[in-house]
């Protein structure tokens, strides 16, 4: 079946950085777009970075030039690369195939604070 599972999260200060990881299984991942989303209380998940198949890439405003998002086909992983981070990019951050979008991981923590 397919499983996605997100790590990488934790307690950063602002202006620091992350690298989330998201191993993926089930799926013919080099054959298919990945996303990154995060979702903070009581709201919806909001689409953050996608790559597509032949590594096109695209980011949400919030996160354009400090986020970096690429993927290891020979590993069936996606990452995040988070840069300058701020209190507001606080969230659980999940990844999602589009093509496979009602399947989901359990999501990593990422809190920005001083």
């Known amino acids: 079946q397919v499983q996605l599972v997100e790590s990488g999260g934790g307690l950063v200060q602002p202006g620091g950085s992350l690298r989330l990881s998201c191993a993926v299984s089930?799926?013919?991942?080099?054959?298919?777009?990945m996303d990154w989303y995060r979702q903070t209380p009581g709201k919806l998940r909001v689409l953050v970075a996608r790559?597509?198949?032949?590594?096109?890439?695209n980011y949400g405003d919030s996160v354009k030039g400090r986020f970096t998002i690429s993927r290891d086909n020979a590993k069936n992983t996606v990452y995040l690369q988070m840069n300058s981070l701020k209190p507001e990019d606080t969230a659980v951050y999940y990844c999602?195939?589009?093509?496979?979008?009602?399947?989901w991981g359990q999501g990593t923590q990422v809190t920005v604070s001083s």
């Open positions: 999602n195939a589009p093509q496979y979008s009602m399947y």
């Open positions: 089930g799926i013919a991942f080099s054959l298919n777009a």
């Open positions: 790559i597509t198949s032949g590594g096109t890439t």
